[in-house]
Structure formats: C-alpha cells, structure tokens
C-alpha cells in the first residue's frame, strides 16, 4: 500500500502532528463560536437580506423491524432534525454577515419513485440536496441528466462501494463508508493486541457488507479472522434461547474477541455474556465504532449534543449527526466566500482546500478522489467513549484520518475527480 506508513515509534506513540496544536485551536474556537450562536425561531427561513441557499433534503422511508428487547426504535426523523439543527446553526452563524439558508423537505415512501421527486424539486435548477438514502437510490439520482449541476451530500449509504468502483462526481459522503467504520475498530483491536477475530454475521446484505468490511481492514493491519459463522434469527427469539443459541455458533479456534455484522440488531445486543468463550463482542453491538453516540461529550460537544436534544427532544445519533454536517459544511462555506451564490459554494465545498470544524477536535475535509468527509471515528461501549480513531500510533504521510477508509491508492474511483 504505497505511501502510508503503519509503524510505531519505540515508545508506541504516533510522531508529532506538523501544526496540530494550531489546527485544533482552530476548530475549538470555530466550534464555540457556532455553538454560542443565538438559533432563529423555527430554524426554516432566513432573515438575511438578499436571497438565501436553498438547501434540499430528499429521503427514502425506510420500513425497519421492532426492535429486540424493548429497546428505542430508530427514529422516524432520524437525520432530518440533524439538518434543521445544521439549518438554524448556519442561519444564526450566516446572519452576522449578511447570509441566509432555507431547507426545503421531502420524504418518499418505500414504493415511490424517487427520480421523479427529485425532478419535481423547485422551480429552478436543485444545486443542493442532502440524501438520506440507500445505495441504489443515491446512484440512480446522481446519474440523472437533471442532476449534473447538483451537490449531492450523502448521510445514509455507508456503502464503500459508492467511494470506490461506483463513485460519482459531485456526490460528497458525510455518513462514514463501512470501511472506515471497520478500520477504526480493527485498529483498536491491533492497539490491544487482540490479533484473533472469531467472526458472526447475520442473513442480511448489509451484514455481508459489514463482514467483509472486517475482513478487508483486518487483512490491511495484520489481524487474522481466525473463524467465520452465520447466524440466522428467523424463526425464535434470541430473548429466550440466547443463553445456548450463541454457544456453537461463537464456538471456534482460540480468539480474543467475537466480532458480529448485526446492522438491524436482529440478534447481536443478546450476544453478549452469551459466547461459547468469556470474550468481548464487538461490531455492530458491543464496542461499536461510530461517527456520534449519546456518550460523545469533548471539543465542545456536549453543547451541540444540548442544542439537539432541546430541538428533538432525544439523542443525536450518527445520522443526525451527518445530517447537521452536511448543512453546516454548505453553510460554512457560504460564509467562508461571503455568498449565496450557488456556483461558488459549490466550487469551494468541492475544493481539496475546503476545511469545517465539527466538534471533533479537528478541521474536517472532503477527500479529492473519492469525495468522503474525513473524521475521527468513536469507539463507544455501554454509555462510554472507549477510544476515538485513528488510534495513537497508526501514521499516514498526509494526516492519519487518511488510514480510516479507503485511501488514494486502494480507491479506483476516478469520477469524483471531475466534480471540480
């Protein structure tokens, strides 16, 4: 893999960031500065003079199972009040210099045509939508003929697939992709030194998605998947059995922690203190890497946390929080140019130089060949922010966020590129 570099110093500690203090100085201010920002009543229309940023934000209804356990269900408006957060974040932010935004909302059922919603947005040409959506949706948006002057900023497909063979020019991914999702939590594995993964997966595609995202990143930093079961829940009910359901399927080879691809929940919370060996469970359930959780608290984000939770009256989850991005990286930029004109917010957000604090501790910014929003990823136990990746120690000649995900090398995306 040419161009990155793994190792450890003797110490085990990572070489010094180049600047690093300045850089998270920086963010730290810009994210007080934001966050001390006095929100507009409602949050939809601006109050700026002039015209405002229209923002669209286009979602597919998914129809989901009941969750096991009694545990909350995924919630209906999961990802859209991030973006009426992002909106009156940007608006109170926009409004010191003259600048308004305005979110224009439309959720399609599962049966729907979304092609032929999105060419009945507007009046005009759609510069901007925020897409909650799975996979095939995004690609069969962005292929439009009616799309190609659109910024797409992707919140719902974690498909590495759509930062790799099936990229697309102009489609940003504020959601992380499953690879880095995976990579976050292999190189906390490789930190531990817990080498052996005795892998589970469920029946679902997403599963299969997951699971191959371990094998891939457990293959790019030398831990071995040392056994691989299925599990199939169909037909029981794990709440009742799960105490010898898991014994033979998590019964292997020696290993040190069980990994489960659970992305519905359908079994994996029951798994734990359930396998055949006193091991930890990690994945989907268990220590699980994500890019927010309710536990999520420093660089100032107990205060976006506190402003979400008065708006939706729960937690933020990692879709609300890439829903609160993608708004406010549009409106970041818009401030940065001094402008609603749609063509220079779009040339500056698809810019390499383009740069957004985030409550991460970090500026964020978009990858140039595959269009992916690099940022730390959480790795979050039981009510705790366990470690956050990239871990300690884990180097990369242009910024260690680039060993999250696919890098240029391993990316073959090469459509992104002609988004500038």
Request: proline fraction near 7%; charged fraction near 25%.
């Amino acid at each position: 893999m040419q161009g990155r570099r793994w190792k450890r110093d003797g110490a085990g500690r990572g070489r010094p960031r180049p600047h690093r203090a300045t850089r998270i100085a920086a963010a730290v201010v810009s994210g007080l500065v934001l966050a001390g920002a006095i929100a507009m009543p409602g949050g939809t229309r601006a109050s700026a003079a002039g015209e405002a940023l229209t923002i669209h934000y286009l979602e597919r209804r998914i129809e989901r199972p009941a969750p096991l356990n009694n545990e909350d269900p995924i919630p209906d408006d999961e990802g859209l009040k991030g973006a009426d957060l992002g909106l009156r974040d940007s608006n109170a932010t926009g409004r010191f210099v003259g600048l308004g935004f305005t979110l224009e909302t439309r959720i399609v059922a599962p049966e729907e045509d979304l092609r032929h919603v999105f060419r009945s947005l507007g009046h005009g040409p759609v510069r901007f939508v925020v897409l909650n959506a799975p996979a095939d949706d995004v690609l069969a948006l962005t292929d439009l003929p009616e799309a190609r002057g659109t910024v797409f900023l992707n919140i719902g497909a974690p498909d590495t697939r759509l930062r790799d063979a099936d990229c697309r020019a102009r489609l940003l991914h504020v959601l992380p992709s499953r690879a880095m999702l995976a990579d976050a939590l292999v190189q906390f594995l490789a930190f531990k030194r817990w080498a052996r993964i005795l892998l589970l997966s469920g029946p679902a595609p997403a599963d299969a998605l997951y699971a191959e995202a371990l094998r891939r990143s457990a293959k790019k930093f030398g831990l071995r998947i040392v056994a691989e079961s299925r599990f199939d829940p169909e037909g029981g009910d794990t709440r009742d059995t799960a105490l010898r359901e898991f014994v033979i399927p998590t019964r292997g080879p020696e290993h040190d922690v069980v990994a489960v691809a659970d992305e519905a929940g359908a079994f994996g919370t029951n798994l734990l203190y359930n396998t055949a060996s006193p091991r930890p469970v990690v994945g989907t359930q268990g220590l699980t890497p994500a890019a927010w959780g309710r536990p999520v608290e420093a660089w100032a984000a107990v205060q976006l946390q506190g402003r979400f939770r008065r708006l939706a009256g729960r937690a933020m989850r990692p879709v609300d929080y890439a829903g609160w991005m993608a708004v406010h990286a549009l409106g970041e930029a818009a401030v940065q140019v001094r402008s609603t004109d749609p063509d220079r917010v779009a040339a500056l957000v698809l810019a390499p130089t383009f740069e957004v604090g985030g409550f991460k501790g970090r500026p964020l910014s978009f990858r140039a060949w595959n269009g992916q929003l690099r940022q730390p990823v959480f790795l979050i136990g039981p009510g705790a922010v366990t470690a956050v990746a990239p871990i300690e120690g884990f180097l990369h000649h242009r910024t260690e966020l680039d060993t999250l995900g696919l890098d240029e090398p391993e990316s073959v995306c090469r459509t992104f590129r002609k988004a500038g």
